[in-house]
């Protein structure tokens, strides 16, 4: 009989500064030796459960629990964080917040250190970790100088090699690239296996996860345990539309297709699932467009170094009035730096031009008129407390009239659905309000483009579609939308154009569906199939085709 390792019986928990429970009546076991993927929307209480596990709370969030909550049968919030620590090791989402030694080894080391591990054994342990994690190489670099991907097995190495009983993953691949996350879910599987860890993944990406079985899915909403079970029964049901997570893409494919997915069998692994014959999707031929976009902004052999080290290299980038753009590549392809070209961050060599005209030498402040650049995380554009305070900055520090500033940060505000909050305190409200307050900032300054950093990481897939929404609107109003994404089906639903960078050069450009159908632009590019391209191998379809008779239902269903 299986060792119960984690029990919650009839656990609740109230943070000290709200009114009402964070988790309401949970009651979950896990056992020694599961992978369990916790699942839920923003504020669901998910990542609350995490930071019960590895004693966040109560040392350091206080609050009111009650009910039973124990690890290896002992009352977990009896423990010290210093005990906690040696059974639960945490993987944070924001790798660089981990790190703490000047070099990889270092860093390694730290827990060891920590320990009182004797010189030589420690050294020992470093060098098991680094061969089994592939850092052998990289052990004298500096860990914020590496890769996405080589940051996760840094951080990874440095809770394994304290060898605790439990491993928690919060939101792991977040800030990945499509092929770093892949890796990533597969050394999660090899270590889970090699080691036999109690693995614990908190992630909104569910398809990316499923990458690799997974023994049960938790799906907790608004505090509350709603789903505790197998991958399979959890994909035959709504729940996961319900409750604002998005489901595989093949799944949905699927049930285009007519496929009875409350009936099937192995519905998490698309290899062992039953497909009988579909209908040959026929593959889309584009009608020409007699009509030739406008021009808005051109770069021509554009070029950028770090020192010695180039990022740029022979850029030729044409951006067309009214379009929607998606900039994808590998962590460290050059992605943010073409995007602060775009925005005069940066002085490049090469030319750029604007409708026809030379506009090399325009400041950061003229840039900004051009093109607003919206980062991924809202709190890192906010500079003020109030919402009206906050759109109307750009204006006033350009000088313009008090009364035109009423007028314009208004209409923005209409614009982005927030006029009625408009007196509310930045601080009130949700993360994608606040995205769309910072939107707003730069809307109000009138840009014809609108450059966006990772617009949905992070999101629920109900905060995802607001987002994009949001944007779809803005492009029909007939602003040109760039957006910087890791996001394959986020390029795939709402772009019309993908530029493929990788080692600072323009790859590819051609549509999205092209992209996610050729197998060695992905491997080059560090991207990765969608599930569609398996699907249609599976049941014997052209993958193009079936991409773009994916593409074609979506865009109806949004009709």
């Known amino acids: 009989m299986k060792k119960a390792i984690i029990q919650f019986e009839d656990f609740s928990f109230q943070y000290q500064a709200q009114s009402e429970p964070t988790l309401k009546q949970i009651n979950l076991t896990i056992y020694e030796g599961e992978k369990v993927l916790i699942v839920g929307p923003s504020g669901s209480g998910k990542s609350t459960l995490g930071q019960c596990l590895n004693g966040i709370i109560p040392h350091i969030y206080k609050g009111q629990a009650g009910g039973q909550f124990l690890i290896e049968g002992q009352e977990a919030f009896a423990a010290s964080i210093y005990d906690k620590s040696n059974l639960v090791s945490t993987v944070l989402q924001d790798t660089d917040g981990q790190f703490i030694g000047l070099s990889v080894a270092e860093d390694l080391a730290f827990a060891l250190e920590n320990d009182m591990v004797e010189l030589g054994a420690m050294k020992d342990r470093v060098q098991t970790w680094a061969a089994k994690l592939d850092l052998q190489t990289l052990l004298q670099h500096r860990p914020q100088d590496l890769s996405g991907g080589q940051k996760q097995r840094v951080s990874l190495a440095g809770v394994l090699i304290d060898e605790s009983p439990i491993l928690l993953f919060d939101e792991p691949l977040a800030n990945l690239d499509p092929k770093s996350g892949q890796d990533t879910i597969d050394l999660i599987d090899q270590i889970h296996a090699e080691a036999g860890t109690t693995t614990i993944i908190i992630e909104h990406r569910l398809e990316d996860v499923l990458y690799r079985p997974v023994d049960r899915i938790v799906l907790i909403n608004d505090g509350q345990l709603l789903f505790n079970g197998r991958p399979d029964d959890l994909l035959q049901t709504q729940l996961l539309a319900d409750n604002g997570i998005r489901e595989p893409l093949y799944i949905t494919t699927l049930r285009q297709l007519g496929f009875d997915v409350e009936k099937a069998a192995h519905l998490s692994s698309i290899e062992q699932l039953q497909l009988e014959a579909f209908e040959q999707p026929q593959q889309v031929i584009a009608a020409p467009n007699p009509l ?61 031009s604007w409708q026809g005209q030379d506009i090399k030498g325009d400041s950061i402040k003229e840039r900004a008129e051009r093109i607003g650049y919206v980062l991924q995380n809202p709190n890192q554009m906010i500079s003020t407390t109030m919402i009206v305070d906050e759109v109307a900055l750009g204006l006033r520090l350009r000088g313009v009239a008090e009364p035109e500033i009423e007028e314009r940060v208004h209409a923005a505000l209409r614009t982005c659905g927030l006029y009625e909050f408009r007196n509310w305190p930045i601080a009130a409200l949700s993360f994608g309000q606040k995205k769309r307050v910072t939107i707003a900032s730069i809307l109000v300054l009138n840009p014809e483009i609108i450059l966006l950093d990772e617009p949905t990481a992070g999101q629920d897939q109900r905060h995802y579609t607001e987002i994009m929404e949001f944007l779809n609107e803005l492009h029909q109003q007939g602003h040109t939308i760039i957006m910087i994404t890791h996001d394959m089906q986020l390029m795939l639903d709402y772009s019309d154009r993908a530029i493929v960078v990788a080692d600072g050069q323009i790859l590819a ?51």
């Open 292 to 352: 030739q976009p406008e021009e808005l902004m051109r770069l021509e052999a554009v070029c950028f170094a770090y020192s010695d080290r180039p990022v740029l290299q022979d850029i030729n980038l044409s951006i067309p009035k009214g379009q929607r753009l998606a900039i994808v590549g590998k962590n460290g392809a050059g992605k943010s730096t073409l995007a602060k070209a775009l925005c005069q961050f940066i002085e490049t060599e090469g030319r750029c």
């Open 509 to 559: 450009d051609k549509p999205p569906a092209e992209v996610l159908t050729d197998q060695a632009l992905i491997q080059a590019a560090n991207l990765k199939e969608t599930s569609i391209f398996a699907l249609a191998q599976k049941i014997g379809a052209d993958p193009l085709a079936l991409t773009q008779f994916y593409m074609q239902h979506k865009e109806d269903s949004h009709a």
